[in-house]
């Protein structure tokens, strides 16, 4: 399932760039968004050091920033820096309920060439607070990294949806020992409006 999500995304990715359509969208525009996403993930044994399962319901509030007007107009990677600033909530399912929260800050580039589609890649992380009732993981200050590509649909002028991938790492960063990584892949829907 993950390799064919991946291949979905990166498929979709590489047919849109070419649809040169100069857009009129308001992501070439905006100063930011606001938005919220949603989703699951699970954390895939083997990959790394990561010997648990662990499955995820995810809650993001979002708050973005653009840092510049479009750059490469006329060209296949047309858009803009925008800079997200990220709540992430994440309960375990599969752990009675325990809990993920930090703080994210990720870098985002938005293809604007499009009409009523902004395709996106985003990396960057942050400091989380990690109560997973894992005592292979030392420390409940932990640090995320990650990285992924997305998907927005507008739905109307100013308001889209959102489909996002994340592979997602979370580890102590060797502050403490053991230090056991929880490496996930996620998958996110979502609302943003624009302003």
């Known amino acids: 399932m993950i390799k064919t999500t991946l291949t979905l995304f990166f498929m979709l990715f590489i047919l849109l760039l070419p649809l040169n359509v100069r857009a009129d969208n308001v992501a070439s525009t905006a100063k930011g968004e606001f938005g919220f996403l949603t989703g699951y993930g699970s ?3 083997g990959f790394g050091e990561t010997r648990h399962t662990i499955q995820t319901w995810d809650v993001i509030l979002r708050a973005g920033f653009y840092l510049s007007d479009e750059v490469g107009i006329g060209s ?17 399912v599969n752990r009675g309920g325990r809990s993920v929260v930090g703080g994210y ?3 985002h580039w ?3 060439s499009l009409d009523k ?7 960057g992380g942050g400091p989380l607070f990690v109560d997973l009732g894992l005592p292979t993981m ?9 990285g992924g590509t997305g998907l927005q649909y507008f739905i109307d002028k100013k308001t889209v949806l959102d489909v996002e991938y994340r592979y ?10 053991p230090n056991e990584p929880i490496n996930s892949n996620k998958l996110l829907f979502g609302l943003s409006y624009y302003y």
């Open 43 to 45: 954390s895939f044994v």
């Open 76 to 92: 296949w990677y047309q858009g803009r820096h925008e800079l997200l600033l990220e709540l992430p909530y994440q309960m375990a």
């Open 105 to 107: 800050a990720l870098g």
């Open 110 to 112: 938005r293809f604007t």
């Open 117 to 123: 589609l902004v395709p996106y890649v985003l990396a």
């Open 138 to 146: 030392g420390s409940k200050l932990c640090f995320s990294y990650q």
């Open 168 to 177: 997602h790492h979370i580890s102590n960063a060797g502050t403490a020992e």
